[in-house]
Each structure stands twice: as structure tokens, then as C-alpha cells.
């Protein structure tokens, strides 16, 4: 994804890995017909990158919203001034990964909010 610097974005959000496929509908304890809705994880990889600009970035990579599991959801990058990207549904085991390219100018990148390694981070 090209930066967003001065685009006014805000807020990305991207799914990764939910397949969601309609069913014959049925009818709940009213009569009123309802749709079945089956949710199925991808099976392929996804590959997101991040690209900061000539000048100076600062991304914060942190993983946030915890399930009952208490394993984090989403993976949230903070281009900081610029964007707050969330990822959601990613599935290391597919092969998905998220590349920061920070394209030069003396950037920081902070992934000490995610905690305990469970990513093959690629740091450029």
C-alpha cells in the first residue's frame, strides 16, 4: 500500500482470511425466512506491505483486541500523523505476512508491542 501521507485516511481496515458463503435460507421461530451463512478461513497466503516515504516514519506495530484466548485479533501498525492500519484474520500458518518497507530517510519501527515472537518480522 503506497503511503497515505496527506490523504486525510485515517483508518484502514483489512480482513485477510474469512470466506463467507450463503446458504438456503430458513426460517427462525417467527416464520421469517433468514439466510445461512457459513464463515470458512481462507486457505491461501496474503501479503500486505506498508510503504513509508523518503523522509522520516515511525511505525508502531502492536497486536490488539483479545479473544476469550486472550490471544491478540488484529495485528494494529500506527504510521504515526499519517494512518492506523488494522489487521484482522491473518493466519501465520497460510504463509501470510506483513511487510513495513520504510523506503529510506532514517525511520524507526517499533514491534515490541506484539509481544512474544510469533512472527518471521522483515524489517527493510
Given at each position: 500500500?503506497?503511503?497515505?501521507?496527506?490523504?486525510?485516511?485515517?483508518?484502514?481496515?483489512?480482513?485477510?482470511?474469512?470466506?463467507?458463503?450463503?446458504?438456503?435460507?430458513?426460517?427462525?421461530?417467527?416464520?421469517?425466512?433468514?439466510p445461512?451463512?457459513?464463515?470458512?478461513?481462507?486457505?491461501?497466503a496474503?501479503?500486505?506491505?506498508?510503504?513509508?516515504?523518503?523522509g522520516?516514519?515511525?511505525?508502531?506495530?502492536?497486536?490488539?483486541n483479545?479473544?476469550?484466548?486472550?490471544?491478540?485479533?488484529?495485528?494494529?501498525?500506527?504510521?504515526?500523523?499519517?494512518?492506523?492500519?488494522?489487521?484482522?484474520?491473518?493466519?501465520?500458518?497460510?504463509?501470510?505476512?506483513?511487510?513495513?518497507?520504510g523506503?529510506?530517510?532514517?525511520?524507526t519501527?517499533?514491534a515490541?508491542g506484539?509481544?512474544?515472537?510469533?512472527?518471521?518480522?522483515t524489517?527493510?
Amino acid at each position: 500500500m503506497a503511503p497515505l501521507n496527506g490523504s486525510g485516511v485515517g483508518t484502514v481496515k483489512l480482513n485477510l482470511g474469512q470466506l463467507i458463503v450463503q446458504g438456503t435460507p430458513t426460517n427462525n421461530a417467527a416464520g421469517v425466512s433468514v439466510p445461512t451463512l457459513s464463515v470458512f478461513p481462507t486457505t491461501t497466503a496474503n501479503a500486505i506491505t506498508l510503504q513509508g516515504t523518503a523522509g522520516f516514519d515511525h511505525f508502531i506495530v502492536s497486536g490488539v483486541n483479545p479473544g476469550t484466548n486472550n490471544l491478540n485479533q488484529q495485528i494494529q501498525v500506527l504510521d504515526e500523523g499519517v494512518t492506523t492500519f488494522f489487521i484482522g484474520n491473518s493466519l501465520q500458518a497460510k504463509g501470510d505476512t506483513l511487510t513495513i518497507d520504510g523506503a529510506g530517510g532514517g525511520d524507526t519501527l517499533d514491534a515490541s508491542g506484539l509481544g512474544v515472537r510469533r512472527t518471521r518480522p522483515t524489517c527493510t
